[in-house]
């Protein structure tokens, strides 16, 4: 069976605040929960005027904290900005505070322009190049097998679940070498997902934490009881897409606007239809119909679903339509066995 998560870019909706961004996240993620979704993500993005989960670790925080059954974690953290060290502590009193429910992301991106960049590292010395060993450093320390020398206190023997996260084929070699679960972006960059995908499934050695591969992808839901008022929800996001290509640094998300994508040039809405590609609108029928399509041709095992949408309450409801696809999609496509699904990486 499919099993389907969220990933929560914490908008800060125009004219709102942070405040009400964090409340509401902590609100979505509790629907979550009772809607059967299996994990709740943020990401890590700096100098965002629309995302605000740049403290990625105090928001997993927030949000754990009000939730009881969900794992919750990042969809990731942007490991060339931090110490190994620093996200061993992070997540180790994560793991800590919530045994059992911590996820953590890994990608390699910088989640942010050099400027920022410049400003989080305050040194550019560091690499994506060194992301594998990042990544083997970080191991080690929740291993606590003293191949660093250092002890993470909090960190050392925490289990919080690993996964390497990509655009390109990059992550999903780098995730088949070390046995670790993959995550795909392709709900904003879907060119290279069915390429990834087989070369994750092809090249993946079995590791001590996972079996087998074990594949999840992006996709965007904006699901309403009709599909005309799905289609309004959706405009939100356009314009959120094509404000970012505009000035690099996004705005609040703004309400819908009737007609909005028919308004656009045409290389905005080409740039939309690619970057939206792995994308859902419609009431109920639609979006199921999307989501079957999309879990039968990349054969995933979780689905990530994104929907950034204005109204708190509609964006609720969006997820609670996706939900019972999914639950349906599962019904009519029984797992063909019982084995074990990902496993806390020790």
């Given at each position: 069976?499919?099993?389907?998560?969220?990933?929560?870019?914490?908008?800060?909706?125009?004219?709102?605040?942070?405040?009400?961004?964090?409340?509401?996240?902590?609100?979505l993620a509790r629907?979550?929960?009772?809607?059967?979704?299996?994990?709740?993500?943020?990401?890590?993005?700096?100098?965002?005027?629309?995302?605000a989960s740049?403290?990625?670790?105090?928001?997993?925080?927030?949000v754990g904290a009000t939730t009881s059954t969900i794992r919750?974690?990042?969809?990731?953290?942007?490991?060339?900005?931090?110490?190994?060290?620093?996200?061993?502590?992070?997540?180790?009193?994560?793991?800590?505070?919530?045994?059992?429910?911590?996820?953590?992301?890994?990608?390699?991106?910088?989640?942010s322009d050099q400027k920022v960049a410049r400003a989080l590292r305050r040194t550019?010395?560091?690499?994506?190049?060194?992301?594998?060993?990042?990544?083997?450093?970080?191991?080690?320390?929740?291993?606590?097998d003293g191949q660093t020398g250092i002890r993470a206190v909090p960190g050392g023997g925490a289990k919080p679940e690993l996964w390497i996260l990509g655009s390109s084929l990059y992550g999903a070699q780098l995730a088949a070498a070390l046995g670790l679960p993959y995550a795909f972006a392709s709900h904003f960059a879907p060119g290279a997902l069915d390429q990834a995908l087989s070369v994750y499934r092809r090249n993946f050695k079995p590791s001590a934490v996972l079996a087998k591969p074990h594949a999840m992808a992006g996709f965007n839901v904006f699901a309403a009881d009709t599909d005309d008022e799905a289609e309004l929800l959706a405009t939100s996001m356009q314009q959120a897409f094509v404000a970012l290509r505009t000035t690099g640094t996004g705005v609040p998300l703004p309400p819908p606007v009737p007609g909005y994508?028919?308004?656009?040039?045409?290389?905005?809405?080409?740039?939309?239809?690619?970057?939206?590609?792995?994308?859902?609108?419609?009431?109920?029928?639609?979006?199921?119909?999307?989501?079957?399509?999309?879990?039968?041709?990349?054969?995933?095992?979780e689905v990530m679903l994104v929907s950034s949408i204005f109204d708190h309450d509609a964006r609720k409801r969006s997820l609670g339509i996706a939900?019972?696809?999914?639950?349906?999609?599962?019904?009519?496509?029984?797992?063909?066995?019982?084995?074990a699904a990902v496993t806390a990486n020790g």
């Amino acid at each position: 069976m499919t099993a389907y998560s969220l990933l929560d870019l914490v908008p800060i909706l125009e004219g709102g605040t942070a405040s009400q961004a964090f409340a509401n996240a902590a609100d979505l993620a509790r629907h979550a929960e009772t809607e059967g979704f299996a994990r709740y993500w943020v990401a890590e993005h700096h100098g965002m005027a629309g995302i605000a989960s740049a403290a990625t670790a105090v928001v997993i925080a927030h949000v754990g904290a009000t939730t009881s059954t969900i794992r919750v974690g990042a969809g990731g953290i942007m490991l060339p900005n931090h110490a190994p060290l620093v996200i061993a502590e992070q997540f180790g009193t994560l793991d800590a505070l919530f045994p059992g429910r911590i996820d953590l992301g890994l990608g390699r991106a910088p989640g942010s322009d050099q400027k920022v960049a410049r400003a989080l590292r305050r040194t550019l010395d560091s690499s994506s190049d060194a992301f594998p060993q990042d990544v083997i450093e970080l191991q080690s320390y929740f291993a606590d097998d003293g191949q660093t020398g250092i002890r993470a206190v909090p960190g050392g023997g925490a289990k919080p679940e690993l996964w390497i996260l990509g655009s390109s084929l990059y992550g999903a070699q780098l995730a088949a070498a070390l046995g670790l679960p993959y995550a795909f972006a392709s709900h904003f960059a879907p060119g290279a997902l069915d390429q990834a995908l087989s070369v994750y499934r092809r090249n993946f050695k079995p590791s001590a934490v996972l079996a087998k591969p074990h594949a999840m992808a992006g996709f965007n839901v904006f699901a309403a009881d009709t599909d005309d008022e799905a289609e309004l929800l959706a405009t939100s996001m356009q314009q959120a897409f094509v404000a970012l290509r505009t000035t690099g640094t996004g705005v609040p998300l703004p309400p819908p606007v009737p007609g909005y994508r028919d308004s656009l040039p045409p290389q905005a809405r080409a740039m939309l239809d690619h970057v939206l590609e792995c994308t859902a609108v419609g009431g109920p029928d639609r979006v199921h119909d999307g989501l079957a399509r999309f879990v039968e041709r990349t054969g995933v095992d979780e689905v990530m679903l994104v929907s950034s949408i204005f109204d708190h309450d509609a964006r609720k409801r969006s997820l609670g339509i996706a939900a019972q696809a999914m639950r349906a999609i599962g019904a009519a496509h029984p797992p063909e066995s019982d084995a074990a699904a990902v496993t806390a990486n020790g």
